[in-house]
């Protein structure tokens, strides 16, 4: 496509409007199916993220859409430091951050009563924000423009995969287009393709979880408010009797608010704006200007695939994994998707990995998504009480937070996405030493100023040896970067380093081995491991 | 002396738990079952002047929140 880039003003109705042109690829007049080592599909933020990772590192990628435009509607807006971790690497983070609104305080009221306020992110010490809230459509033009700038990643809009069979050594697809179908081969098939993911229903897959019986209406409405940047959360507020409702910060003076409607609301009667503003109106007040921007009725599933590896097809966000919103899990653990499958896949592709390596894609990432659903799945009970005792537990716990902090942590408004640990995963190599803190192997790395830099900047694309004090001369015979800390300050707080003490980190940024003292033979070992070699 | 600042090992697993011990009782069955639960919980407690504190403490939150 051709580079594509936003005036920096541009505004939310603009960026909705952008249409991507159809473009004719050379593939549609190709005698026999034209071969492509990878096919990512759906330019959603996890698709774009993953195209953008494998094109980075050296891939030849093609992104297929079966649309022309950017996201409708604000959808997800809440990503959190991980996610923004992750697009710090692929080269986005900070637009992402700018035009965001970062927050990390929270208040839960009950009734009228504010209950007590929270903290996501108390340390000190971390260049990005527990979160930012951005409209879906900022993150994804956001992604599209760095997408355009990489030569070796195509994207084609217009391009609807209608027929996908898998084969010994790759899928063959047969895609729509407005000019009628043609047929490629991909080695491997990276499915982002949403909820609704057409390519699993192609390849006969199934999902499977629990659908909850409520429905919330997503109001965004633009106003000129004196709200802090905080997320608000209502048990049973006196503006909206017997349900719950949030409201959130977005960029633009646009703010997400969220009610929940029960089951038998009438979603099309719900989603008319006659009914819609009086219930903004009863929350805000009657003095208070807004606008409807968008709104949506909905209702929400906890549902997996079994397995997210299918051959040569790999599934990731939405596609392979759902949640209720209570927790922002949705897309940013669909962009952690992303982030784990990119380095594997780029390794088993230039042959320096196993094909196991991808099967650790899918060991890790279910273990991940279950974590998620968990949360999610418990947040969702606790908002939205299924029995009479479930309610009365409930309420007992809202009025005894009140004035008793241990009933506070009992109160569940959504546990707020954080990055999983990967503890069982086959890739890592158990300690041998002990230490301290959270930075097992599996652990996602954790940030702290280094210098005048950030630890997470430097780390490396591929695998980083990281050593506290002098880095020993074997190391630079080893296949990864290096990177000498001090002993002391926050990089060996937050790591427990000694002199001498080692971390080696995967080019996801996960640790996956650490040793008091490290040896040429234990970290080949743990490389090897680490890469299914 | 009542704790009560947090001091629950794992919350969320806990809430969990207890409202997954009542599925698909009937709310008289709810009933037996919380009974149930504080008698046991109250002789692992043990300490009488705790369990009297607790029993003030539930009693004054319930009257003042049924009063609002």
Redesign the interface.
Same mark, same amino acid.
């Given at each position: 496509m051709a580079p594509f880039s936003l005036p920096a003003d541009a505004t939310g109705a603009q960026i909705q409007a952008v249409e991507f042109a159809y473009e004719r690829s050379p593939d549609q007049d190709a005698r026999s199916p034209a071969h492509h080592r990878v096919v990512v599909v759906g330019a959603g933020p996890v698709g774009l993220s993953l195209a953008i990772d494998l094109a980075q590192r050296g891939q030849k990628v093609l992104l297929l859409d079966n649309d022309c435009k950017l996201s409708t509607g604000s959808r997800a807006i809440c990503f959190a430091k991980r996610t923004l971790e992750i697009w710090d690497r692929l080269g986005v983070g900070s637009r992402m951050v700018d035009k965001g609104v970062s927050w990390k305080l929270g208040k839960v009221f009950f009734?009228g009563d504010l209950l007590y306020p929270f903290d996501l992110l108390p340390e000190e010490d971390h260049e990005r924000p527990a979160f930012i809230n951005l409209q879906q459509y900022y993150a994804e033009a956001f992604l599209v423009e760095r997408a355009s700038a990489l030569r070796n990643l195509e994207i084609r809009f217009h391009n609807t995969v209608a027929a996908a069979e898998q084969r010994a050594d790759g899928v063959r697809l047969g895609i729509d287009t407005p000019e009628g179908r043609y047929e490629i081969d991909a080695e491997y098939l990276c499915a982002c393709d949403g909820a609704r993911s057409p390519l699993r229903s192609l390849l006969g897959l199934e999902t499977h979880g629990r659908v909850f019986r409520d429905r919330f209406l997503i109001a965004d409405v633009k106003m000129a408010a004196d709200f802090p940047t905080e997320r608000w959360f209502w048990f049973d507020p006196p503006f909206h009797r017997n349900q719950s409702a949030l409201l959130h910060r977005q960029p633009d003076n646009v703010w997400r608010i969220d009610f929940q409607l029960g089951w038998d609301a009438n979603p099309e009667e719900e989603k008319k704006p006659e009914n819609i503003i009086p219930r903004v109106k009863a929350m805000l007040g009657p003095d208070v200007q807004f606008e409807l921007e968008w709104a949506s009725v909905y209702t929400f599933a906890c549902e997996r695939m079994d397995r997210f590896r299918h051959g040569r097809v790999l599934f990731a966000g939405d596609a392979a994994h759902r949640v209720s919103p209570f927790g922002a899990r949705g897309a940013n653990s669909g962009v952690q998707d992303a982030d784990n499958l990119a380095w594997k896949l780029d390794l088993v592709l230039r042959g320096e990995a196993g094909d196991a390596l991808l099967d650790s894609y899918g060991a890790e990432r279910e273990a991940a998504a279950d974590e998620n659903i968990l949360?999610s799945t !418990?947040a969702t /009970? @606790?908002i939205t009480p299924k $029995? *009479?005792? $479930?309610r009365l @537990?409930r309420d007992a716990?809202l /009025?005894?937070a009140h *004035?008793?902090?241990?009933a !506070?942590?009992?109160v569940?408004s959504g546990?707020l996405s954080l990055p999983s640990t990967y503890r069982d995963s086959p890739l890592n190599t158990p300690d041998a030493d002990a230490f301290a803190g959270a930075m097992t192997p599996g652990a996602p790395a954790a940030d702290a100023p280094l210098g005048q830099n950030w630890l997470l900047r430097e780390l490396g694309e591929g695998f980083t040896l990281l050593v506290a004090g002098d880095v020993p001369a074997w190391a630079s015979r080893l296949p990864v970067q290096t990177l000498r800390v001090d002993t002391e300050g926050p990089v060996a707080q937050r790591y427990d380093l000694r002199p001498g003490t080692a971390y080696l980190f995967r080019p996801d940024h996960h640790v996956c081995a650490r040793w008091r003292s490290a040896d040429e033979a234990a970290v080949r070992a743990a490389i090897k491991r680490a890469t299914a070699c | 002396m009542l704790i009560t600042s947090p001091h629950l090992d794992s919350p969320d697993e806990f809430y969990e738990a207890l409202i997954d011990a009542h599925r698909d009782l009937s709310t008289a069955q709810s009933h037996e079952l919380n009974a149930k639960l504080v008698l046991l919980l109250g002789n692992h407690i043990g300490t009488l002047p705790v369990l009297k504190e607790a029993l003030a403490l539930a009693r004054a939150n319930t009257v003042s929140s049924t009063n609002t």
């Open positions: 009734k949360n !418990r /009970d @606790f $029995s *009479e005792i $479930s @537990f716990v /009025d005894l *004035e008793h902090t241990f !506070r942590k009992l569940n546990r | -």
